[in-house]
């Protein structure tokens, strides 16, 4: 905060709440409430969209890698609300909190408003050709293909997903 850097702390600070929270599970989140809570004031106190985005992004990460999906959903909605409405050059923050808010709603149940959000999500990446984006919407949306009974478009989509993905190494996509 000297150095004239608080949009960094928040930064950190979003990312240690999501990492705090998927090391404890559905265990103790002590640390991670904590964390949470110190990164909201934070945000608050700067009163700049961005940083408060990123403060919603790690608590909807949070709560989504410790089972509280309703939660999860809400936070990254505001999330994406700040980062349309008052930041420039957050695709990679809007897409991270689409993906995320996307698989919530998938492990909640909720497929039919997924699988009116999955053409749109797709479109988007594809016209940006963010490889990434697309890369994971196709893993997790085999389940919407699943629950239309469509077991061969499900197994295309998976196929398709790691499309024009590295080979080498060991990447989250690959599991």
């Given at each position: 905060?000297?150095?004239?850097?608080?949009?960094?702390?928040?930064?950190?600070?979003?990312?240690?709440?999501?990492?705090?929270?998927?090391?404890?599970?559905?265990?103790?989140?002590?640390?991670?409430?904590?964390?949470?809570?110190?990164?909201?004031?934070?945000?608050?106190?700067?009163?700049?969209?961005?940083?408060?985005?990123?403060?919603?992004?790690?608590?909807?990460?949070?709560?989504?890698?410790?089972?509280?999906?309703?939660?999860?959903?809400?936070?990254?909605?505001?999330?994406?609300?700040?980062?349309?409405a008052s930041c420039t050059g957050v695709t990679y923050e809007i897409h991270t909190v689409q993906f995320f808010a996307f698989m919530a709603n998938i492990i909640m149940g909720r497929i039919r408003p997924?699988?009116?959000?999955?053409?749109?999500?797709?479109?988007?990446?594809?016209?940006?050709?963010?490889?990434?984006?697309?890369?994971?919407?196709?893993?997790?949306?085999?389940?919407?293909?699943?629950?239309?009974?469509?077991?061969?478009?499900?197994?295309?989509?998976?196929?398709?997903?790691?499309?024009?993905?590295?080979?080498?190494?060991?990447?989250?996509?690959?599991?």
């Amino acid at each position: 905060l000297e150095a004239g850097e608080p949009y960094r702390l928040v930064r950190g600070l979003a990312h240690e709440m999501a990492l705090r929270a998927a090391e404890s599970g559905s265990g103790d989140l002590s640390a991670s409430r904590r964390i949470q809570a110190t990164t909201m004031a934070l945000a608050e106190r700067f009163g700049q969209p961005e940083p408060l985005a990123r403060a919603y992004i790690g608590a909807g990460i949070a709560a989504l890698v410790t089972g509280r999906w309703r939660s999860s959903a809400e936070w990254l909605e505001k999330a994406e609300t700040v980062l349309r409405a008052s930041c420039t050059g957050v695709t990679y923050e809007i897409h991270t909190v689409q993906f995320f808010a996307f698989m919530a709603n998938i492990i909640m149940g909720r497929i039919r408003p997924a699988t009116q959000r999955y053409p749109e999500l797709l479109s988007e990446a594809e016209d940006l050709g963010d490889v990434l984006m697309l890369a994971n919407l196709r893993i997790v949306g085999w389940n919407i293909h699943l629950a239309a009974d469509d077991p061969e478009l499900a197994e295309t989509e998976m196929d398709r997903a790691l499309e024009g993905w590295p080979e080498t190494g060991l990447l989250t996509q690959h599991f």
